[in-house]
């Protein structure tokens, strides 16, 4: 099966979404979580895919997702699974996807933000490290196992930040303003607001679950 870029829209904050959306309906598969369903309904004239289990949407807005979308699966309200763990599911299922980009995973329900940052220890997450972004207009966050990546810099993000999900071994940094060599944390740690020296930087670390964010201020 050949590889495609997904881009799954959760029912979070819908603020800033349909930029993003329209950047990438061209080029992505576009699927829509509950009510980020609705959004693509809004934004799209059709779109690939509607999940979950729409209890936070009307008949009208229901009838709107079904005509929009060229797969609807409708889940029962009482489930084990999050509407966007049922997403990213279907999309590996269906795309095999190279990328998944999650559009909508910030701002709403604390419940809901923290079940989308807790994604990075489900195993269709881990099996996709690197390739899986939590993305807005001002961050874009993606997990990391244990391993030596390059990471570019993305237009417009000033800040990179290191979030340890887990106690990491020997991280290292180079080719930003605060490097590292083979720091060793025994607890989750948060490295905020480090910077690009140049375009790329390189990272690496021997054991646990890395979290790593480009960011600007809102402001900016």
Request: overall charge negative; proline content about 4%.
């Amino acid at each position: 099966m050949q590889s495609e870029k997904v881009v799954i829209v959760v029912g979070g904050d819908l603020t800033d979404v349909a930029a993003l959306v329209r950047r990438y309906a061209t080029s992505h598969r576009m699927v829509g979580a509950d009510r980020g369903a609705l959004k693509l309904a809004e934004l799209l004239p059709h779109f690939d895919a509607a999940i979950g289990d729409f209890d936070s949407v009307t008949p009208s807005e229901m009838e709107d997702i079904k005509k929009k979308s060229l797969v609807c699966r409708e889940l029962p309200a009482q489930k084990d699974e999050t509407d966007t763990e049922a997403a990213i599911a279907y999309a590996i299922e269906m795309f095999n996807p190279e990328e998944i980009i999650l559009l909508g995973a910030f701002g709403g329900r604390l419940d809901h933000l923290m079940s989308n940052l807790w994604l990075a220890f489900h195993p269709l997450v881990k099996q996709m490290t690197g390739k899986v972004s939590l993305m807005d207009r001002h961050n874009t966050l993606r997990f990391y196992l244990p391993g030596n990546y390059v990471l570019k810099k993305e237009e417009g993000k000033k800040y990179l930040s290191f979030i340890g999900m887990t106690p990491i071994k020997e991280l290292k940094l180079t080719g930003v303003a605060y490097p590292l060599n083979g720091k060793d944390y025994e607890y989750p740690i948060a490295l905020v607001s480090n910077e690009f020296k140049d375009t790329e930087m390189t990272f690496s670390f021997g054991s646990g679950l890395l979290a790593v964010i480009q960011s600007s201020d809102k402001r900016e």
